[in-house]
């Protein structure tokens, strides 16, 4: 059991940056690959970033073109996703994923309850 913890959402304004946290609970941090998902008002839930369970292999959103980097600190039961250069269409809700594959869909196994995020133009 895995119980995750989000943090670092906010108001920023166009081009700035924010780093979100998730912290997890448990002693098995590093049996879990971990992944970010953001899902806006009246939009499906989407796929961002991912990383595997000793951060050596990443994946990410074509779209995002590089924007936001995850990393991980399995001494820290803690993943992070840095978000630079942001735009009023990153504005959504965020969520922290823990799962046994390294996926960009949504087959995780735990979830968080997300941080908001809110980017004016």
């Known amino acids: 059991q895995v119980q995750l913890v989000e943090s670092g959402g906010g108001l920023v304004q166009a081009g700035g940056s924010l780093r979100l946290s998730c912290a997890a609970s448990?002693?098995?941090?590093?049996?879990?690959?971990m992944g970010w998902f953001r899902q806006a008002p009246g939009k499906e839930r989407e796929f961002v970033a991912a990383?595997?369970?000793?951060?050596?292999?990443?994946i990410y959103a074509d779209s995002l073109k590089g924007r936001f980097p995850i990393s991980r600190d399995n001494a820290k039961n803690t993943v992070y996703l840095q978000m630079n250069s942001l735009k009023p269409e990153d504005t959504a809700v965020y969520y922290c994923?823990?799962?046994?594959?390294?996926?960009?869909?949504?087959?995780?196994?735990?979830w968080g309850q997300g941080t908001q995020v809110t980017v004016s133009s």
């Open positions: 990383i595997s369970r000793f951060g050596a292999n990443t």
């Open positions: 448990g002693r098995t941090f590093s049996t879990y690959n």
């Open positions: 994923a823990a799962g046994r594959s390294l996926t960009t869909g949504p087959g995780y196994d735990y």
